[in-house]
């Protein structure tokens, strides 16, 4: 594999560098300049336009741009974004500028992004986005991870859960870090409609950065996804209210009057009570999720900065099942099963996590962090629940007097599971990072140790008693005790030419984890290419090895049983893509595609039920994905950003029993986002949202059977999410009055559409099994109000 990797990535750096050596030499004349807002903060992203010589260029994280000059007498500069007022500058002499934006108006207000960091300029393959659109967007939680659902290459095929899925990956191969801080979610839930409040609170998040696949080597190893959010830093005192059927949050930031010290804190409840009710399940629901997160930063000087991140989280799910009817096949054979249950389910998840950031600039060019974090985690999980069904044909026969009736019972049975489980987690990490700035190049390194300690006890089980046969699907007695450490360390160089044409990334990952005594090294290499007269277009290639080790769950069997000798799962990307920036209707725009693929080996197989995933507990498969992702964004209404998503994927794995390569659980073909706004011709303030997804069917199968293991397609996943909204603006210096009220009407899952999350199967009189589709939440009207201060 080392031989590969050398003849991959040798001859590329080379001929890269020598690229790069040759621009350097290279002179031509610039016009340069610096863009910011009106509290002289940087804009970056900022669409640069020189007229005559229709030559143009994006601003920087710094807000600084260079766009060539021919040394024409009369010169214009366009300056576009969409968050701010399009500025024309008239050019006599200037060479240097320095630019002042104004914000438009008429969007609706929101988290404003105003300060970068060092480490916030966008990667190469790297895509942002709007904490603004993630604000106003429609769903069914209001969790921010339903931004991610609309991007290309991410399924999220549950409303109800923040979990999703990268390119043929499943949920736990996503890294989340918040302000370089590694997050956490409960471990053991196990269906969307249990996991209360996902981790980001959309009240507090300023910058955000994701990558599907291909991402440098200072980010962690996982084999799907990064999500980067930065928490902003207010530069004003604000307060936020946000309330609605399905719960509300509160959020308040601010500045001291030296401006040395900036903080935000935010309290979220949710109470998914009434979108519940919605399910096939009839019972009585008792969610209750509430969690608080605090921000913090003071300056010490000009060169030093101490940042604290708190959050608490109580997640508390308590259910009193009753009954549930479900009718499933076709017109020509159609059933109906009647379900009536007994029992409760009392689920309990208490996650805690601190960060403290500690930044020092020894210089104006060397940098260093130092991140200090922990996670305590107390989860408990008791339930008994049975349930007494009855499996019968339905008659379809529109003339019939016994129309959608039962006319014959195909079988009688009962389900029973009951469970006793209990897991705390205690997980430490101390890194490390340092950036060095030569120029217009950057050296990073660093160092990370993380320390986790697991006691998790397992005790469930699960019967079945189907046509006088009493079967157990599952049991599990045990618990495991893991006290372990990891140890990271990483260097990569950035180098971009002069001229700022050409970028290229290159390093590598080394990871040693004391319970496998197994050591990983993954270099990694990704590069850019500005191309075209006006350099609005780039070329991307990235390349490199993605390995995790095992977390205590992968250590699981399906059985429920610990195998120690688990080893990292291993990936080799890459990745190939465009971004091409041009102009409609005098309003920017951006498509971008990527064509990618993954090779996997020691691969780890999984089922996954509802968003449960069972490992396997094995190193013995391999496994392949490739796919297409395009994207398309910008104001196709003016004021509003939009975007069209697709996804064309497949993922296959082997494995090693003689039957070839099969279809893996995240096999989905096509996946479709569209997150589109628009307003009103003549009132800005009247806005409709449109939340789209589209997802083709999921491979599924009967449990423990892997002769027909995922050899069936389950249904498509589509849904529509709308919004309507009206905005007012308050001018006023009262303390306790509004600066502006949002209200909104969602009309959720507005086609009522019938998703389906997972399969119980049963088995008839004679033999046969059916798989009984079991449901999301159905349509739904909720209501918003927003008020800012």
Known sequence: MANYLKHIFLPFLVISILNCEG?????????????ADSLDQPISDVFILLLPDSTSSLTNAKGEFKVKYSGAD????????????TKIIALANEKVLKVKMTENTQLLSGVDINDRRFDEAQEIGNIEISAKNAYTLPSATGDFSKVLATLPGVTSNNELASVYSVRGGNYDENLIYVNGIKIYRPFLVSAGRQEGLGFINTDMVGNVQFSAGGWQSKYGDKLSSVLNVQYEEPKTNEATINLSLLGGSLHYGGINKKGDLNYSFGVRHKNSKYLLG??????????????FQGFLNKQFGSKTKLGLLVS????????????????FGTIQASFRMSTAFEGREQLDYHTNQVGIVLSHAFTEDIISRLTVSGVHSSERENYEVEGAYLLCDVNREPGSNRFNECISIRGIGSNYSYGRNKLEAKILTVDQKNEIYLDN??????????????????????????????NVTYSANN?????????AGFAQYTLNSANAVHTLNFGARINYWTYSEQLLISPRLQYAYKLGAHQRSTLRLSTGLYQQHPFYRELRNREGDINPNVKAQSSLHIVGGMDHHFLAWGRPFKFTTDLYYKYLWDVNPYDVDNIKIRYFATNQATAYAYGADFRVNGEFIEGTESWFSLGLLKTMEDLQEGGGYIRRPSDQLVNLGIFFQDHLPNDPSMKVSVNMLFGSGLPFGPPRNDTYRNSFSGDEYYRLDLGFSKSFEFEND???????????????NALGAENTISYTWIQDVVGNQFAVPN???ARFLNVRVIAKF
């Open 23 to 35: 621009l350097f030499a290279q002179k031509t004349t610039f016009i340069q300049g610096q863009v």
């Open 74 to 85: 009369s010169v214009q500069l366009v300056l576009s974004h969409l968050q701010y007022q």
């Open 278 to 291: 919605t399910l096939e399940t009839n019972g009585n629901y008792l969610p209750k999720f509430t969690d």
């Open 312 to 327: 608490s989280a109580h997640n508390n799910y308590l259910t009193l099942p009753e009954s549930q009817e479900t009718e």
């Open 441 to 470: 190049d950057v050296l990073a390194f660093g160092m990370s140790w993380d320390y986790e300690n697991l006691d998790d006890k397992l005790q469930e089980f699960a019967f079945t008693d189907s046509a006088d046969f009493a």
């Open 479 to 487: 618990s495991i005790d893991l006290q372990s450490h990891k140890i």
């Open 734 to 748: 009262k303390t306790l009055s509004p600066n502006s009220l949002w209200i909104g009407l969602e009309v959720l």
């Open 775 to 777: 449901a999301l939440s």
